[in-house]
């Protein structure tokens, strides 16, 4: 469904998700003020955005089984950009997948952060990060763990539309979920590894221009 690239961005995650998340911070931060410094008369406007974002695309790993098969992964978020062009907002995704003729369902809670070029016509570049969230494991025996860190990078083009702008873009994520544990009769059982999922969506949305 996804065109190469974006197959190649969720094989070469490699280099993301060993990045440690501080390093990705400072990276995020400086591309802002390197940018920040270079715009000159950009337009000023607030923008309230909303999102859906979807994709099949991604990789999940407990131990040392994994799987790309199978993978559907979709959520939405609230966007709200300053005129100074910074924003932040929630972003709620869900991913369903099989791995070793287990289903897992895996929620995330997540903070973004952006900052936005431009007036009408806009780039944006974002960091994500898991705040809450709920995995589950069913097969005849369910484990669950309410635990998940991770975190997320996205990019957005905005063009003019009635009253503000249609945007679409792409996000890569990598969240790993557990502790798993199993409640039976009162006893508790613990799954020995955490899992790990990447995934890449496609964003699609609309912002109110104010």
Sequence with gaps: MFPDSFRNL?????????THPFHRISLFSGLILLFSCSLVDAEEFGRLRYFVFSGNQGKITHGTNSSEDSI???????????????????????TKTTLDSKSHTLYSENIDISYTFGGEWSFSIGYGRAMNGRGDIKNGDEYVTSSVKGDAMFILVGIPFVFGELLGGVRGSQHEF????????GTESKLDQNIS?????MMLGYGLHF
């Design 10 to 18: 969720t094989r070469n995650q490699s280099l993301y998700s060993h």
């Design 72 to 94: 559907q992964s979709q959520g939405a978020s609230v966007h709200l950009v300053f005129a100074n062009g910074m924003g932040f907002g929630p972003a709620m995704m869900t």
């Design 178 to 185: 557990g502790s798993y544990l199993k409640n039976e009769n």
């Design 197 to 201: 999922i990447q995934a890449v969506q």
